[in-house]
C-alpha cells in the first residue's frame, strides 16, 4: 500500500482570508517505509507574508519572490498524490489551501476520501490531552532538535515517525519472506529432535528432593 505524508506552510489561517501556501512537502511510503521519493516545492504566494507568518516558518516575501507559483507546480504535485493514501496532521487545515488553490486555478480537489487525519487518530487514541505534532512526538520521545522552525518536509518526517507510534506496530523490519518456510521448519525439527533425551529414575528425584530440604534449610539466610 502507498502511502503519502504531506504537509504545507502558508501565509496565514485561512485560504477565504486571502492566505496562500508557500511550502508543499510530501513523502512516498509503502507500508510505512520511505520510498525515497519526495515532492517539495517552495512557492511564491504572490502577496506578502505577514511577520506572524515568518516567524513560524521563516520564509520571507523576498526570498519567495523568484520561486514558481502554484499553478506551474499544480500538476506535478497531482502526479505525485494520485491514487494513494495521504496521511495529514489536520487535514482540514491543509486541504483547506491545497483544494483551494487547486480551485482557483480549475483542478479537481483532492478527494476527502483519500486522506487520513493523524490528528483525528491521535484524539481518539489520547482524548483530552494535546495532540499537536510538537506534543505527540515529546510523548512518543521522537527527536525534535532539528524543528528550530516550521518545515514542511522535516515535519512529513516526523509525522511518518508519529504515525507508526499512533498505529502501535514496529519499525519495518528485514523482509524474510523469500525463506522457503516448509525447509526452515524441517531444518528446526531436526535440531530439536536430535537432542538426547535423559529420563530421570523415582530413585534419583527422591534423593534430589532430600537434598533440597537439607541444603535449603541449612542455607537460608
Given at each position: 500500500?502507498?502511502?503519502?505524508?504531506?504537509?504545507?506552510?502558508t501565509?496565514?489561517?485561512?485560504?477565504?482570508?486571502?492566505?496562500?501556501?508557500?511550502?508543499?512537502?510530501?513523502?512516498?511510503?509503502?507500508?510505512?517505509?520511505?520510498?525515497?521519493?519526495?515532492?517539495?516545492?517552495?512557492?511564491?504566494?504572490?502577496?506578502?507574508?505577514?511577520?506572524?507568518?515568518?516567524?513560524?516558518?521563516?520564509?520571507?516575501?523576498?526570498?519567495?519572490?523568484?520561486?514558481?507559483?502554484?499553478?506551474?507546480?499544480?500538476?506535478?504535485?497531482?502526479?505525485?498524490?494520485?491514487?494513494?493514501?495521504?496521511?495529514?496532521?489536520?487535514?482540514?487545515?491543509?486541504?483547506?489551501?491545497?483544494?483551494?488553490?487547486?480551485?482557483?486555478?480549475?483542478?479537481?480537489?483532492?478527494?476527502?476520501?483519500?486522506?487520513?487525519?493523524s490528528?483525528?487518530?491521535?484524539?481518539?487514541?489520547?482524548?483530552?490531552?494535546?495532540?499537536?505534532?510538537?506534543?505527540?512526538?515529546?510523548?512518543?520521545?521522537?527527536?525534535?532538535?532539528?524543528?528550530?522552525?516550521?518545515?514542511?518536509?522535516?515535519?512529513?518526517?516526523?509525522?511518518?515517525?508519529?504515525?507508526?507510534?499512533?498505529?502501535?506496530?514496529?519499525?519495518p523490519?528485514?523482509?524474510?519472506?523469500?525463506?522457503n518456510?516448509?525447509?526452515?521448519?524441517?531444518?528446526?525439527?531436526?535440531?530439536?529432535?536430535?537432542?538426547?533425551?535423559?529420563?530421570?529414575?523415582?530413585e534419583?528425584?527422591?534423593?534430589?528432593?532430600?537434598?533440597?530440604?537439607?541444603?535449603?534449610?541449612?542455607?537460608?539466610?
Open positions: 500500500m502507498s502511502e503519502i505524508f504531506l504537509d504545507t506552510e501565509t496565514g489561517l485561512s485560504f477565504g482570508d486571502g492566505h496562500r501556501i508557500v511550502e508543499i512537502a510530501c513523502i512516498e511510503t509503502i507500508d510505512l517505509i520511505p520510498t525515497n521519493k519526495i515532492f517539495h516545492k517552495l512557492i511564491n504566494p504572490q502577496r506578502d507574508v505577514p511577520e506572524e507568518a515568518f516567524k513560524i516558518h521563516g520564509f520571507s516575501s523576498e526570498f519567495l519572490k523568484d520561486k514558481e507559483t502554484f499553478d506551474k507546480i499544480a500538476d506535478e504535485l497531482l502526479n505525485f498524490i494520485k491514487g494513494k493514501k495521504i496521511i495529514i496532521h489536520n487535514a482540514n487545515f491543509d486541504l483547506g489551501f491545497l483544494n483551494g488553490e487547486l480551485s482557483k486555478i480549475n483542478k479537481e480537489n483532492i478527494n476527502i476520501a483519500s486522506v487520513v487525519d490528528l483525528e487518530v491521535a484524539r481518539n487514541k489520547f482524548p483530552g490531552t494535546s495532540n499537536s505534532l510538537d506534543a505527540l512526538c515529546k510523548k512518543f520521545n521522537i527527536n525534535l532538535s532539528r524543528r528550530k522552525k516550521h518545515n514542511a518536509l522535516l515535519d512529513c518526517e516526523l509525522l511518518r515517525e508519529v504515525y507508526i507510534n499512533l498505529l502501535d506496530v514496529k519499525e523490519k528485514f523482509n524474510l519472506s523469500s525463506i518456510q516448509d525447509e526452515f521448519k524441517s531444518s528446526n525439527k531436526e535440531k530439536l529432535y536430535s537432542k538426547t533425551i535423559i529420563e530421570v529414575s523415582n534419583e528425584l527422591e534423593k534430589h528432593k532430600q537434598f533440597l530440604k537439607a541444603e535449603i534449610k541449612k542455607n537460608f539466610y
